[in-house]
């Protein structure tokens, strides 16, 4: 199975921040992977796919890059809806695996 | 509008039996690969599996933790999504999602493994 260890864990941020996510894979994932945004309660949400598309309706401050093993959620200027906690998933292999999540809390 | 709607979570015993469904809308069901993904209290995600297209019969992945015990299925004519859990563990406790193409997801419904 591919192992996604995503960090950090949790972060601290204010919002207008920049906040970096990153995921890495055990092998390599070509750029089959995607980031989602969960909030309490809440289904996940989609924000990229295929490492560095924006899902259609995701603000223009969230990109991801990457390719490999290695892979990086931006979130360029961090507003009060983001707060939330942020999960990889990559779809290269069987089976689909996300990596732990990262909180992102307010400073 | 995607909309995709769980349904059959509740309380069922250790090595109980239980059916979630799935039922979708907005879009062209047949078309799509669809997931089950689950969320333990205060845990992360887990994908649990998917059933693939009729293009490519419909076949479906598990994960470890489940094959075996759970089976995906759908009926395209119905745009629903189903999942049956046999054998059921109380670490099978937790909210799942039924996903269209890993990109939409619905609410949830919560399934409690318990005696």
């Known amino acids: 199975d591919i192992q996604m260890t995503q960090s950090p864990s949790s972060l601290s941020a204010s919002v207008g921040d920049r906040v970096t996510i990153t995921c890495r894979a055990s092998?390599?994932?070509?750029?089959?992977l995607g980031w989602y945004q969960q909030k309490p309660g809440k289904a996940p949400k989609r924000l990229i796919y295929?490492?560095?598309s924006l899902q259609s309706g995701v603000p223009s401050r969230f990109s991801g890059s990457g390719s490999g093993t290695e892979f990086t959620l931006t979130i360029s200027r961090l507003q009060p809806e983001d707060f939330a906690t942020y999960y990889c998933?990559?779809?290269?292999?069987?089976?689909?695996?996300f990596g732990g999540g990262t909180r992102v809390e307010t400073k | 509008e995607v909309q995709l709607v769980e349904s059959g979570g509740g309380l069922v015993q250790p090595g109980g039996s239980l059916r979630l469904s799935c039922a979708a809308s907005?879009?062209?069901?047949?078309?799509?690969?669809m997931h089950w993904v689950r969320q333990a209290p205060g845990m992360g995600l887990e994908w649990v599996g998917h059933?693939?297209?009729?293009?490519?019969?419909?076949?479906?992945e598990y994960a470890a933790s489940v094959k075996g015990r759970f089976t995906i299925s759908r009926d395209d004519s119905l745009k629903s999504l189903y999942l049956q859990m046999n054998s059921l563990k109380t670490e099978d406790t937790a909210v799942y999602y039924c996903?269209?193409?890993?990109?939409?997801w619905g609410q949830g419904t919560l399934v409690t493994v318990s005696s």
């Open positions: 996903g269209r193409s890993a990109a939409d």
């Open positions: 907005g879009f062209t069901f047949s078309d799509h690969y």
């Open positions: 059933i693939r297209d009729k293009a490519k019969s419909y076949t479906t």
């Open positions: 092998q390599g994932i070509r750029n089959d």
């Open positions: 295929a490492a560095s």
């Open positions: 998933l990559q779809y290269n292999s069987y089976p689909l695996t």
